[in-house]
């Protein structure tokens, strides 16, 4: 089993910046790639970005290209989701989840059913 747990959310002004992290724990997460996620109230839960095991393989949202980038540290088994230009609609719940590589270099990295670990998510609130 893999736990995940996602920390650096707040409340912070647009223009500000944020760097999330997310640690697991529970065994290595080799060959699992890590994807964010991200839910506003009243909406649905939406990929923000996916990175593979190797880091080679790394994917965004149209939305939040230029803006955010993903990354990883295997050796600490933790991910990392840096933020830049926050602005009042990225407020949303940030989560972190796993899946095998295979379902991120697909076409199914953007489908949460697909992620088999989540953690549980960590609060953004950018106030304009």
């Known amino acids: 089993q893999v736990q995940l747990v996602e920390s650096g959310g707040g409340l912070v002004q647009a223009g500000g910046s944020l760097r999330l992290s997310c640690a697991a724990s529970?065994?290595?997460?080799?060959?699992?790639?890590v994807g964010w996620f991200r839910q506003a109230p009243g909406k649905e839960r939406e990929f923000v970005a996916a990175?593979?095991?190797?880091?080679?393989?790394?994917y965004y949202a149209d939305s939040v290209k230029g803006r955010f980038t993903i990354s990883r540290d295997n050796a600490k088994n933790t991910m990392y989701l840096q933020i830049v230009s926050l602005r009042p609609e990225d407020t949303a719940v940030y989560y972190c989840?796993?899946?095998?590589?295979?379902?991120?270099?697909?076409?199914?990295?953007?489908?949460?059913?697909?992620?088999?670990?989540w953690g549980q998510g960590t609060q953004v609130t950018v106030s304009s």
């Open positions: 989840a796993a899946a095998p590589d295979t379902v991120v270099v697909g076409n199914r990295r953007g489908s949460s059913h697909d992620y088999d670990y």
């Open positions: 990175i593979t095991w190797s880091g080679g393989n790394i």
């Open positions: 529970g065994r290595t997460l080799s060959d699992y790639a």
